[in-house]
Nanobody, 127 residues
Framework: QVQLVESGGGSVQAGGSLRLSCAAS????????MGWFRQAPGKERQGVAA??????????YYGDSVEGRFTISQDYVQGMMYLQMNSLKPEDTAVYYC??????????????????WGQGTQVTVSS
């Protein structure tokens, strides 16, 4: 079992920055693949970024809308994952969720690929 708890959400003006954190508990091998998703009102949950750990390194993935502005990072052993969000835009407003799965995931942005989910943290960007 893995429990995920997000934090760091809040309100910020356009152009500002926020850093989200996800604290993961449980078996380290149950969270080899971890990701950030977001869901705006009336919209489907969308993949933001993901990271896959392997011996000696990791792979990172980003959605087109956040590439170059957001950075995903992780302390795999300590069970922490972060999302540094810079140059925020009003369209980044959403509830942000942390997700995890023990397996390799072919489609990192597919919500059905992840077994474990956090409760979400609200990010609001005003213009």
């Amino acid at each position: 079992q893995v429990q995920l708890v997000e934090s760091g959400g809040g309100s910020v003006q356009a152009g500002g920055s926020l850093r989200l954190s996800c604290a993961a508990s449980g078996s380290i091998h149950s969270r080899n693949f971890m990701g950030w998703f977001r869901q705006a009102p009336g919209k489907e949950r969308q993949g933001v970024a993901a990271v896959y750990n392997y011996i000696g390194g990791n792979y990172t993935y980003y959605g087109d809308s956040v590439e170059g502005r957001f950075t995903i990072s992780q302390d795999y052993v300590q069970g922490m994952m972060y999302l540094q969000m810079n140059s925020l835009k009003p369209e980044d407003t959403a509830v942000y969720y942390c997700a995890a799965d023990p397996r390799w995931i072919n489609d990192w942005s597919n919500v059905k690929s992840y077994h474990y989910w956090g409760q979400g943290t609200q990010v609001t960007v005003s213009s």
